[in-house]
């Protein structure tokens, strides 16, 4: 267990509706960075909240939009679903420091599938 | 080009043996590496992490880095069918890490 929790674990949507992801950090943690990874692949970057702020994103449409609160707690929102946004969507939460390397944890996943 | 590649698999070896676990990265200029395990419907947890070029050894596990050559590998001593999982590399860009596609071992009995 790394202490960070996502919900729900699992969920089927129709296409064309929207879902919202929920990930609880480990405590103490400020970033979260969320990650879709696809049946076979491996994990690809969403983006990353840093105090609440989106301070990176990777090859996403807007379409993915997300939430950080103040407790460091956050959401990942996909409107418009589509049958390729089927994935186990990871949540990671770590405590940025500067330092090299901040190991950062990830959470059991929550499983989309889009009908 | 992906930018971190890694054989599919699957890597089968016998209980006992040295399991070896290959990658390649095409951004020259990274300095961070890590090996994850994935087991099946789990999430990704981190085994190893590497930044100097040469051997790092935690237990069981050496990770070997070669940043001429732009090559990462894992070696993992004394399998156990308990290894049997998905192994990713990532390399860390910014603001996140950039997985491979991950390498599938079984250990058999």
């Known amino acids: 267990e790394t202490g960070v929790t996502q919900s729900p674990t699992h969920l089927i949507k129709t296409r064309g509706q929207q879902v919202t992801l929920r990930c609880s950090s480990q405590?103490?943690?400020?970033?979260v960075s969320w990650y879709q990874q696809a049946l076979g692949q491996g994990p690809q970057f969403i983006f990353q909240y840093y105090r609440e702020e989106e301070n990176g994103r990777g090859n996403f449409p807007p379409r993915f939009s997300g939430l950080q609160f103040p407790n460091y707690s956050s959401e990942l929102n996909v409107n418009a679903l589509e049958l390729d946004d089927s994935a186990l969507y990871l949540c990671?939460?770590?405590?940025?420091?500067?330092?090299?390397?901040?190991?950062?944890?990830f959470g059991p996943g929550t499983r989309l599938t889009v009908l | 080009q992906k930018e971190v590649e890694q054989n599919s698999g699957p890597l089968s070896v016998p209980e006992g043996a040295i399991a070896s676990l290959n990658c390649t990265y095409s951004d020259r200029g990274s300095q961070s590496f890590f090996w994850y395990r994935q087991y099946s419907g789990k999430s990704p947890e981190l085994i190893m992490f590497?930044?100097?070029?040469g051997d790092k050894e935690d237990g069981r596990f050496t990770a070997q880095l070669n940043k001429a050559s732009q090559y990462v590998s894992l070696l993992i001593r004394d399998s156990q069918p308990s290894d049997s999982a998905t192994y990713l590399c990532?390399?860390?860009?910014?603001?996140?890490?950039?997985f491979g596609t991950g390498t599938r071992l079984l250990v058999s009995p």
């Open positions: 990671a939460s770590r405590q940025s420091t500067g330092a090299r390397f901040d190991e950062q944890f």
């Open positions: 590497i930044y100097s070029n």
């Open positions: 990532a390399v860390k860009g910014f603001q996140k890490l950039v």
């Open positions: 405590s103490g943690h400020n970033t």
